[in-house]
């Protein structure tokens, strides 16, 4: 059976009414339809033999991690996580934590200048959120869900996405608003589950008809969405229609999709284990595509593509409010909401900017980036992008 689309004048009616307080309450300015709960629970036992580890809430206080070697670099793990007090001399997780939470490119300094997206609404469709994470709560102007998103806990994607976008210490644009909506990319149960991007697409509907009734001054300048899809995706033509609206209506949207020549240029870079994030002699190729390099697969080999950081990031967990999760290896799903922030800094700057305009900023500014294996053979793999260029050439 077909599913209902929504004329666009019942997308603002079916926002509202879709969390709306009890009868003579007064609706306040901040609407959270619901405060899904925080994931404490340990994970299975996680298995030190594997190629990645999770070590996320786990208790390794009895554990022999002297013969883990490489494998402890490649972990994820939390601050709920339990060491055990004899850890291998090279192997700092407190300091790969605290590095992962620089957003990196130079963008503290920014940050301490007034670069920091202040005012500037950013949206997100993703998965269920932690409402009251320190990263972003305080700045959290909606939360929307649907589907099956309301009937879940908080999740691991939702807080994390968020906090790169703006996270307050974190994040690329910490004092950006955030407006956030809850769904599901997934149809269907059992083996008829599929990716369809109908529902995704009336959420972006949600928010160009949300931001018409919002304040000039908090309006939402950028749709972040982690999810990509392909031209035979169920609900593609309805998705890239409801971008189309999007764009029309001055909202850029950003998503993981090579097909769309305003998203194509972006990908995400790693960095040395314990390098600076804002040097640029300290980044690395990714970690889910730096075979493909050497391999000669990879897209970005003739240096085109547009790097922001990836990889040794930390981010809001779903843990609690004041919990972080180190992600060793990261991909394109954190790459769109630091784009996102990015883009929500030039709207600071220069209020009149549209992302094309954002994009041949970002594209005339970078600066190149190679890699030398062992052999000697020199692999350029893209341009790193420079914030403080970018928004200068932006301010001319």
């Given at each position: 059976m077909k599913r209902r689309v929504y004329p666009p004048l019942c997308f603002l009616l079916a926002l509202l009414t879709a969390c709306a307080p009890p009868q003579g309450e007064i609706q306040p300015t901040v609407t959270i339809c619901r405060r899904p709960a925080a994931v404490?629970?340990?994970?299975?036992?996680?298995?030190?033999?594997?190629?990645?580890?999770?070590?996320?809430?786990?208790d390794l206080q009895d554990w022999d991690l002297g013969d883990m070697g490489e494998a402890l670099f490649a972990a994820d793990f939390d601050t709920r996580t339990r060491w055990p007090e004899d850890l291998p001399e090279d192997f700092d997780p407190q300091r790969l934590l605290e590095l992962g939470k620089d957003p990196?490119?130079?963008?503290?300094?920014?940050?301490?200048?007034?670069?920091?997206?202040?005012?500037?609404?950013?949206?997100?469709?993703?998965?269920?959120?932690?409402?009251?994470?320190?990263?972003?709560?305080?700045?959290?102007?909606l939360y929307q869900e649907y589907h099956s998103a309301a009937e879940e806990d908080a999740s691991v994607h939702g807080p994390a996405v968020a906090s790169i976008a703006l996270g307050e210490t974190v994040g690329v644009a910490p004092e950006a608003l955030l407006y956030f909506i809850a769904d599901d990319?997934?149809?269907?149960?059992?083996?008829?589950?599929?990716?369809?991007?109908?529902?995704?697409?009336?959420?972006?509907?949600?928010?160009?008809?949300?931001?018409?009734?919002?304040?000039?001054?908090?309006?939402?300048?950028?749709?972040?969405?982690?999810?990509?899809?392909?031209?035979?995706?169920?609900?593609?033509?309805?998705?890239?229609a409801a971008i189309g609206r999007a764009r029309e209506a001055g909202i850029a949207a950003v998503c993981v999709n090579s097909r769309d020549p305003l998203?194509?240029?972006?990908?995400?870079?790693?960095r040395r284990r314990y390098g600076d994030p804002s040097q640029r002699a300290d980044c690395r190729p990714g970690a889910f595509w730096e075979e493909s390099l050497y391999s000669g697969e990879y897209?970005?080999?003739?240096?085109?593509?547009?790097?922001?950081?990836?990889?040794?990031?930390?981010?809001?967990?779903?843990?609690?409010?004041?919990?972080?999760?180190?992600?060793?290896?990261?991909?394109?799903?954190?790459?769109?909401?630091?784009?996102?922030?990015?883009?929500?800094?030039?709207?600071?700057?220069?209020?009149?900017?549209?992302?094309?305009?954002?994009?041949?900023?970002?594209?005339?500014?970078?600066?190149?980036?190679?890699?030398?294996?062992e052999e000697g053979r020199e692999y350029p793999y893209g341009r790193v992008v420079d914030p403080a260029a970018l928004l200068a050439e932006l301010g001319e």
């Amino acid at each position: 059976m077909k599913r209902r689309v929504y004329p666009p004048l019942c997308f603002l009616l079916a926002l509202l009414t879709a969390c709306a307080p009890p009868q003579g309450e007064i609706q306040p300015t901040v609407t959270i339809c619901r405060r899904p709960a925080a994931v404490t629970a340990s994970p299975a036992a996680p298995d030190a033999g594997a190629d990645w580890v999770d070590f996320r809430c786990a208790d390794l206080q009895d554990w022999d991690l002297g013969d883990m070697g490489e494998a402890l670099f490649a972990a994820d793990f939390d601050t709920r996580t339990r060491w055990p007090e004899d850890l291998p001399e090279d192997f700092d997780p407190q300091r790969l934590l605290e590095l992962g939470k620089d957003p990196g490119l130079g963008l503290r300094k920014l940050h301490e200048q007034g670069v920091t997206g202040k005012g500037v609404g950013v949206a997100i469709i993703d998965q269920t959120l932690l409402v009251e994470h320190q990263e972003y709560g305080d700045r959290l102007r909606l939360y929307q869900e649907y589907h099956s998103a309301a009937e879940e806990d908080a999740s691991v994607h939702g807080p994390a996405v968020a906090s790169i976008a703006l996270g307050e210490t974190v994040g690329v644009a910490p004092e950006a608003l955030l407006y956030f909506i809850a769904d599901d990319v997934m149809t269907g149960t059992g083996a008829d589950r599929t990716r369809d991007m109908t529902y995704y697409a009336q959420d972006v509907d949600r928010l160009v008809a949300l931001n018409e009734t919002l304040p000039a001054e908090e309006r939402i300048r950028v749709i972040s969405m982690s999810v990509g899809w392909m031209a035979d995706t169920p609900g593609a033509a309805e998705m890239e229609a409801a971008i189309g609206r999007a764009r029309e209506a001055g909202i850029a949207a950003v998503c993981v999709n090579s097909r769309d020549p305003l998203l194509e240029p972006w990908m995400g870079m790693g960095r040395r284990r314990y390098g600076d994030p804002s040097q640029r002699a300290d980044c690395r190729p990714g970690a889910f595509w730096e075979e493909s390099l050497y391999s000669g697969e990879y897209r970005g080999a003739d240096g085109s593509l547009l790097l922001v950081p990836m990889d040794r990031r930390t981010t809001a967990s779903p843990a609690g409010e004041g919990e972080y999760t180190y992600y060793a290896q990261g991909g394109m799903s954190w790459v769109v909401p630091y784009v996102a922030g990015l883009y929500a800094l030039a709207c600071q700057v220069r209020p009149e900017v549209t992302f094309e305009g954002f994009l041949a900023a970002a594209q005339a500014t970078a600066n190149p980036v190679s890699i030398w294996p062992e052999e000697g053979r020199e692999y350029p793999y893209g341009r790193v992008v420079d914030p403080a260029a970018l928004l200068a050439e932006l301010g001319e």
